[in-house]
């Protein structure tokens, strides 16, 4: 079941001899439960391209269809529904709230939403993640591959259609880098979560089901990977 479809997507910025295409009639769809892995350099307009399927920027023009809604026909304050429902974002930074610990930044997307928090499932998701004993804790407490894992379950808690991580393990070392790749995967698998991750890594990209090359605001190549 296609839950993501992309049509002759564009972004430019500037005017005339200034005029960037970061993305040039882009298209593609995704399969419900995919893992996909966008790969491209530094410029090459793959993290437009995130920001453009969750709602975070607007295209110049072409359209994107979640679960076949047209996305960019919404009004702001249903854009900003879909952003908090429809979409989990992980960002190479983490994004975290300070003074708030592990539960309350985990489940503040339904509190937002004035919904109230499925106990069982936060309850899940944090021994999943391993992070049963550091539920109280405050991000300044916590390593970097905990807080990462931390904005893992908040982009899960809403079950949301599209799970987009940005250079996920770029701030980790390699053992944290491992681990995150792994609970994202194990999300794809145990949650059927459908996943689209930015990275400049192909070796990392490889832990995907497919690839997709972007390349000066094209894509070249668009492959499953050989499990």
Do not use: W
Request: aromatic share 6%.
């Amino acid at each position: 079941m296609e839950i993501l479809k992309v049509e002759n997507l564009c972004k430019t910025y500037g005017k005339g001899e200034t005029l960037v295409k970061a993305l040039d009639h882009v298209s593609f769809s995704v399969e419900k439960g995919e893992f996909v892995a966008i790969v491209g350099s530094s410029g090459s307009g793959k993290s437009t391209l995130l920001h453009i399927l969750g709602g975070v920027d607007r295209p110049t023009s072409g359209k994107i269809y979640v679960e076949g809604e047209d996305v960019y026909k919404l009004n702001e304050t249903n854009l900003a529904v879909f952003r908090r429902r429809q979409v989990g974002l992980i960002y190479q930074f983490y994004n975290l709230i300070p003074i708030l610990n592990v539960t309350e930044n985990m489940t503040l997307p339904i509190l937002l939403d004035n919904k109230k928090v499925d106990q069982s499932y936060l309850n899940e998701l944090v021994e999943t993640l391993g992070l049963k004993n550091r539920v109280g804790h405050l991000p300044n407490e916590l390593s970097g591959g905990q807080q990462q894992r931390v904005s893992i379950g908040r982009a899960l808690m809403n079950h949301p259609a599209l799970l987009l991580a940005d250079e996920p393990t770029g701030n980790l070392d390699s053992k944290a880098s491992k681990e995150i790749v792994e609970l994202l995967k194990l999300s794809n698998k145990k949650y059927k979560q459908t996943i689209i991750m930015i990275t400049h890594d192909y070796n990392l990209a490889l832990n995907a089901n497919r690839i997709i090359t972007i390349d000066d605001g094209k894509i070249i190549s668009d492959e499953k990977v050989q499990s």
